[in-house]
């Protein structure tokens, strides 16, 4: 790797980027070149990334627009090596976190206390930079395209501002990782999108690194039972660490889990969240809630539509959708670092394995084998 914090600036730095030539092919990795930031830019070196499953939704997705040779990668924490023009409150040396969600805090939807939407998003599956519409990756002298404006699975990469978050300097970048998107979409889908209430009950479909956040994210909002969906057995013993009271796997019973979650509670639970991004797990999760308030969140990405039932959303129950569990980066992201450095949120747990930059595949592997949570990638192993 050439270029490093100091001397790098305003230059272009060649170095290792795992680059996806193909959807569904394993990432190769390549010397890249990566461009100096251009105004309200900042160009980054990644200290450590973690697979998230959109990534994987991305990869092996062949029907949809993304652009290839592209670098993928959202998760991620680094410090800032150098600033492009008009750059404020961000300088070098700064430990931050890129988001894939922009705030820009100018917007109408910034503006608003309603939701995280923010009008710089529109650009977000471009893989371009919105400035000037092209890349800052190249190689060979042919551009490779950006990720949900991060792409931080290469050792250098460039962001916009709007889409970077300064963090304290002594937060261990291994754990905050997670609140990169994973986590911090989660707990958000609990206290900011479902509004979970002290002493209600709660069921979480699905128990990855996105569920184990809803539950920890109720637990800490005194939910009075947290009810663990999962087809994999081996998620409750982990769920437990996370809040989860009790565990359903669909697998053991005959009838629907939504006719099981009723004669566990009664009538419904009051909030339950999808977090596996499956079409009839939605229709599961809406069916569990009780009449009058049950509340649905939908955390799991998906792109086609759902069958509702009329009746049910007449008798006073409500589904919801969200992106970055509508949490507004800028100004909750630090909050969430504040809390996990004041033990007030747990992380450590969710990292299941930790490998190198250059072993990034195998994390592909770990992911889909169900034991792991999260795989933590190091670009150094040696800041480890
Ligand atoms: N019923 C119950 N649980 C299921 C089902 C199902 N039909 N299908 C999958 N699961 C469980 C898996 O066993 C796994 O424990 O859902 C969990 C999903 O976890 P991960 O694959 O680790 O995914 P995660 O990173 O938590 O993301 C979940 O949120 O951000 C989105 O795109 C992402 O849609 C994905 C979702
Ligand atoms: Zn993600």
Known sequence: MNGSVGNSKGKVITCKAAVCWAPGEALVMEDIQVAPPQALEVRIRIICTALCHTDVSFWSNKQDNTRYPQIFGHEAVGR?????????????????????????????????????????????????????????????????????????FSEYTVVEVDSLVKIDPMAAPDKVCLLSCGVTTGLGGVWKVGNVQKGSTV????????????????????ASRIIGVDV????FDIGKKFGVTEFVNPKDHEKPVHQVIKEMTGSGVDYSFECTGNKSVIVEAFKSTRNGWG????????????????????????????????????????????MYMKKELQLDDLITHEISFPEINKSFELLKGGECLRCIMWMDMALH
């Open 295 to 338: 509340t649905t969140v939908i955390i799991g990405v998906n792109m086609t539509e759902i069958p509702i039932d009329f009746g049910e959303l007449l008798c006073g129950k409500t589904i919801k959708g969200s992106l970055f569990g509508g949490m507004k980066a800028k100004t909750d992201l630090p909050l969430l670092v504040d």
């Open 80 to 152: 800032v090596e150098s600033v492009g023009e008009n750059v404020k409150d961000i300088e070098e040396g700064d430990l931050v976190i890129p988001v894939f969600m922009p705030h820009c805090t100018e917007c109408v939807d910034c503006k608003s206390t309603e939701s995280n939407m923010c009008a710089r998003s529109e650009n977000l599956i471009s893989g371009l930079m919105a400035s000037d519409n092209s890349s800052r990756f190249s190689i060979n002298g042919k551009p490779i395209y950006h990720f949900l404006g991060v792409s931080s």
């Open 203 to 222: 069921a979480v479909f699905g128990l990855g690194t996105v569920g184990m956040a809803v539950a920890e994210g109720a637990r800490i909002r005194g």
């Open 232 to 235: 994999n057995p081996k998620k």
